[in-house]
């Protein structure tokens, strides 16, 4: 028997073919290259090995129209986090609010942020995984992949603007 696929998931734009009882990638398609072993009646999606997710930094982002410690327009309702390196008596940073010069930290989701003031370095643990230390300040629009584990060190106080994406 045949299992039911709609013609948009056998066509392509989604890349995959009908193949007998089960789904599989389309050949040529992005997801060709990736695994897949077979269950039953069902292909199960084994993903091959991750791909380098380094943070990537705009530099000037909104240029020189933004008044110094001002957002965009479009990141103005995210939420604000602020950091004071001058303050380290143990607290643990949280979403909103960090205190100390150097703490690790773990992005569970992808975030983007705005940096309103300061300046910070982010090192990976992993750089093999998620590229080389990263120095952010002022204007910078800063992407943070899904899964970034290292440490911030702060050079000043800093404040940011960010949203979470999935």
């Known amino acids: 028997t045949r299992a039911h696929v709609s013609r948009k998931a056998r066509g392509g734009e989604f890349g995959w ?24 009646d069902k292909d199960v999606f084994k993903p091959t090995a991750s791909k380098t997710r380094p943070v990537t930094v705009v530099k000037n982002f ?3 129209r933004l008044a110094a ?4 327009a479009g990141v103005k309702d995210w939420a604000l986090w ?6 380290n008596d143990g607290r643990k940073p949280t979403r909103g609010l960090a205190w100390g010069s150097s703490f690790p930290w773990h992005f569970d989701k992808l975030e983007k ?4 003031e300061g300046e ?4 990976p643990d992993d750089p093999a995984l998620h590229g080389a230390p990263v120095r952010i300040m002022p204007r910078d629009m800063v992407t943070f992949p899904r899964g970034w584990r290292g440490r911030w060190d702060i ?3 800093i404040r940011k ?6």
């Open 17 to 40: 073919a009908s193949v007998g009882k089960s789904m599989g990638p389309k050949k040529g398609s992005k997801l060709s290259s990736q695994k897949f072993d077979r269950k039953g």
């Open 62 to 64: 909104g240029g020189s």
């Open 69 to 72: 410690g001002e957002a965009p």
């Open 82 to 87: 602020c950091c004071d390196p001058t303050v």
């Open 113 to 116: 942020a705005f940096v309103l």
């Open 120 to 123: 910070a370095t982010l090192t």
């Open 155 to 157: 050079h000043s106080y």
């Open 161 to 166: 603007r960010y949203a979470f994406f999935d």
